[in-house]
């Protein structure tokens, strides 16, 4: 099955500082989504993006999928920003399988 | 997005009682819906695939017998844990998703079980 490996594993950042997460995947994919699971445990959709470059605020996220990797870039960061963030990918009619996640600190 | 809601978010539960999972897609026909699986600081885990109307499949080391998943609509999945044990306590989120709109899966705000 599809492998998808995230780094790095874990984040410690100052506050409004900015970093980039990455998503490596073993195989061609059609449907990859970067999620934010808050301490609560709620899982937010940050961006669906197979393929290209999306931006929503402070947050950005790139994928090449011929070169099967994927970017989340956090800018300016917030300590709200603080959780786990998923990399999910899934193949047409097949299952979407998760990441190991980065775990993301933000101090003030 | 479209909306996905999961009820309960919380159960605690005897040991030995079984416990029954709603995942309910509100604005949307979901031809397939996903289960998964989180133990504390680990990533989740898809325990099982359903489809409308068919059986579910079932991820390799889930024992399907002790969960019960149930498809009998486009909006409503149902996971039923059976006979839970202490070990069962876990964080369960489910997605779902219309294929023929060819869109990303939504996701429920999980179910925290703890059994007792």
């Known amino acids: 099955g599809i492998q998808v490996e995230q780094s790095p594993p874990d984040l410690i950042l100052q506050e409004g500082a900015n970093s980039t997460l990455r998503c490596n995947f073993s195989d061609s994919v059609n449907n990859l989504q970067w999620f934010h699971q808050n301490p609560w445990g709620q899982l937010i959709n940050l961006f669906y993006?197979?393929?290209g470059t999306k931006q929503n605020g402070r947050l950005s996220a790139t994928t090449v999928a011929t070169e099967r990797y994927s970017l989340l870039y956090i800018s300016s960061s917030q300590t709200t920003d603080s959780g786990v963030y998923f990399c999910a990918v899934g193949i047409s009619y097949d299952k979407v399988i998760f990441g190991p996640g980065t775990s993301l600190s933000v101090i003030p | 997005g479209a909306v996905v809601s999961q009820h309960p978010s919380r159960v605690i539960c005897k040991s030995g009682t079984s416990v029954k999972i709603e995942c309910r897609s509100l604005?949307?026909?979901?031809?397939?819906m996903f289960w998964y699986r989180q133990f504390p600081k680990k990533s989740l885990m898809l325990m099982a695939t359903?489809?409308?109307?068919?059986?579910?499949?079932?991820e390799q080391g889930v024992e399907k017998d002790k969960f019960l998943i149930n498809h009998a609509s486009l909006t409503l999945s149902t996971l039923t844990v059976t006979s839970a044990h202490p070990e069962d306590s876990s964080f369960y989120i489910c997605?779902?998703?219309?294929?023929?709109?060819?869109?990303?899966?939504?996701f429920g705000q999980g179910t925290r079980l703890t059994v007792v």
């Open positions: 359903s489809n409308e109307g068919s059986k579910a499949t079932y």
């Open positions: 997605s779902a998703e219309n294929r023929a709109l060819n869109t990303e899966a939504f």
């Open positions: 993006i197979p393929s």
């Open positions: 604005d949307f026909q979901a031809t397939t």
